[in-house]
């Protein structure tokens, strides 16, 4: 990416991350942010040859959408410099765009060089708290007269965020059959002694961790499962509950299955927006002589994760984009979100190495176009070797879509799949 792209992208990434704006405003700043990499990404290809759309057309259209969206929240959406200089680099970017799909003359914009008649570079990113007064009104010169203006955005309170934590309890030994109770707690730092007290096994020990930081009015999902235990009389294995700042309680009745034995897992995995962010685990031993008292088993805690890679087909970024935007939003996760379809695959392969070993997380978005890229399959083949699978998390992006040969014993299913794409075709039958 060319300096003056990368100095933009920071600047907006600088403010996207600023927790004390309305959520709205840094969900338009994230959204600019990544198309804008993507653009600055999509115009250091080479020209198009033959038939097809040069990725840098739905690049700029992605742009002129984000910007005009970003327009519509609270003025004034960005400290008067560095609103020029987007406005000025776009204006740049979007005839660059057309001689690269063959509609333009002029010169195309190199790897390592900024559009034509780009401005100076911004050397800093502007302070959080200082707002100039807007720039003057800019339209983009393509595709900008087909986009009508999103009417202003309604007042808007910032959301406050809690450093949670998450902790859980259950019997250390339990017979073969019967049934037990497991609960989970999530708790804001300082209220380690409150967590402590909602579970019915007092004696339980939250260890204590790094915090993270949790955006109010996040909902959380949490699905107990394991090898050796069951739901109880049907009871749903996953709960929800919505973050307020406040320690919270869940409870499962669980049964150990019959005829099991041995120490084994009992595994809660704490979702938002289906992403699995932080994982609670529990060693319990199954023995047919459990004692009639047996202590509390002691439950490290649980803290969300970090750092995460995005593995995807270019083709369905849009639709990554939409899946991430919750925990980078209200977990504040860093989810690499790689171009490895634009890049030369030597000059990229060695920083993909370094993202994917320092992840936390490996997210896998499988459909039709990442079952045909070589580069997801050597993306996850490294995450297995590196990360272990239990790191690993597969989301379908299309239905009938069969899994890969070596992923094909881990849990697939998306609940949420299906929850959004009856979402989608609601709003367009809404729109018609």
Same mark, same amino acid.
């Given at each position: 990416?060319? +300096?003056e792209a990368t100095a933009i992208v920071a600047a907006l990434r600088s403010l996207q991350d600023d927790t004390g704006q309305p959520l709205a405003r840094r969900a338009a700043l994230m959204r600019l942010a990544d198309a804008l990499e993507f653009l600055a990404a999509t115009l250091a290809l080479p020209p198009q040859?033959?038939?097809?759309?040069? &990725?840098?057309?739905?690049?700029?259209?992605?742009?002129?959408?984000?910007?005009?969206? =970003?327009?519509?929240?609270?003025?004034?959406?960005?400290?008067?410099? %560095?609103?020029?200089?987007?406005?000025?680099?776009?204006?740049?970017?979007?005839?660059?765009?057309?001689?690269?799909?063959?509609?333009?003359?002029?010169? *195309?914009?190199?790897?390592?060089?900024?559009?034509?008649?780009?401005?100076?570079?911004?050397?800093?990113?502007? &302070?959080?708290?200082?707002?100039?007064?807007?720039?003057?009104?800019?339209?983009?010169?393509?595709?900008?007269?087909? =986009?009508?203006?999103?009417?202003?955005? +309604?007042?808007?309170?910032? *959301?406050?965020?809690?450093?949670?934590?998450?902790?859980?309890?259950?019997? $250390?030994?339990?017979?073969?059959?019967?049934?037990?109770?497991?609960?989970?707690?999530?708790?804001?730092?300082?209220?380690?002694?409150?967590?402590?007290?909602?579970?019915?096994?007092?004696?339980?020990?939250?260890?204590?961790?790094?915090?993270?930081?949790?955006?109010?009015?996040?909902? /959380?999902? *949490?699905?107990?499962?394991?090898?050796?235990?069951?739901?109880?009389?049907?009871?749903?294995?996953?709960?929800?509950?919505?973050?307020?700042?406040?320690?919270?309680? /869940? $409870?499962?009745? /669980?049964?150990?299955?019959?005829?099991?034995?041995?120490?084994?897992?009992?595994?809660?995995?704490?979702?938002?927006?289906?992403?699995?962010?932080?994982?609670?685990?529990?060693?319990?031993? !199954?023995?047919?002589?459990?004692?009639?008292?047996?202590? +509390?088993?002691?439950?490290?805690?649980? *803290?969300?994760?970090?750092?995460?890679?995005?593995?995807?087909?270019?083709?369905?970024? %849009?639709?990554?984009?939409?899946?991430? $935007?919750?925990?980078?939003?209200?977990?504040? @996760?860093?989810?690499? %979100?790689?171009?490895?379809?634009?890049?030369?695959?030597? $000059?990229?392969?060695?920083? =993909?190495?370094?993202?994917?070993?320092?992840?936390? %997380?490996?997210?896998?978005?499988?459909?039709?176009?990442?079952?045909?890229?070589?580069?997801?399959?050597?993306?996850?083949?490294?995450?297995?070797?590196?990360?272990?699978?239990?790191?690993?998390? @597969?989301?379908? =992006?299309?239905?009938? !879509?069969?899994?890969?040969?070596?992923?094909?014993?881990?849990?697939m299913a998306d609940a949420y799949m299906g929850l959004r794409r009856e979402e989608q075709l609601r709003a367009a039958a809404a729109q018609n």
């Open positions: 990416m060319d +300096p040859e033959g038939p097809g759309a040069h &990725p840098a057309q739905a690049a700029q259209r992605e742009c002129s959408r984000a910007w005009q969206a =970003l327009q519509g929240t609270l003025a004034p959406p960005l400290p008067s410099p %560095l609103q020029q200089h987007v406005a000025a680099w776009l204006a740049a970017a979007a005839p660059a765009a057309a001689v690269l799909a063959g509609h333009g003359r002029g010169a *195309v914009p190199t790897k390592r060089s900024a559009p034509r008649s780009a401005p100076p570079p911004v050397t800093a990113a502007p &302070p959080k708290t200082a707002y100039a007064a807007p720039a003057p009104a800019f339209e983009l010169p393509e595709a900008a007269a087909d =986009l009508a203006a999103p009417p202003p955005a +309604p007042p808007e309170t910032t *959301v406050p965020m809690d450093d949670a934590r998450f902790g859980a309890s259950a019997p $250390a030994v339990v017979p073969p059959g019967r049934e037990f109770v497991a609960e989970f707690v999530a708790y804001p730092a300082g209220a380690q002694e409150q967590a402590r007290a909602l579970l019915s096994r007092p004696h339980a020990t939250l260890e204590v961790g790094a915090a993270t930081p949790l955006q109010r009015g996040t909902r /959380l999902d *949490v699905e107990v499962r394991g090898s050796a235990f069951v739901p109880a009389d049907g009871e749903s294995a996953r709960q929800s509950f919505v973050w307020q700042g406040t320690p919270v309680k /869940l $409870a499962w009745a /669980l049964q150990a299955a019959a005829g099991s034995s041995g120490e084994s897992l009992l595994r809660l995995d704490v979702a938002i927006d289906g992403i699995v962010v932080a994982r609670v685990r529990l060693p319990i031993e !199954v023995a047919a002589a459990a004692p009639a008292a047996a202590p +509390p088993v002691r439950a490290e805690e649980a *803290v969300i994760a970090r750092r995460a890679f995005a593995s995807y087909a270019s083709a369905d970024r %849009l639709r990554v984009l939409d899946r991430v $935007a919750s925990i980078r939003l209200a977990a504040g @996760i860093r989810v690499f %979100l790689d171009c490895h379809d634009l890049h030369p695959g030597k $000059a990229w392969q060695p920083q =993909l190495e370094r993202e994917i070993d320092a992840s936390e %997380l490996f997210l896998l978005f499988w459909s039709a176009a990442a079952a045909q890229s070589g580069w997801v399959r050597w993306e996850y083949e490294r995450a297995i070797e590196r990360l272990g699978e239990q790191c690993l998390q @597969i989301h379908p =992006l299309d239905n009938g !879509v069969a899994p890969p040969r070596a992923l094909a014993h881990l849990h």
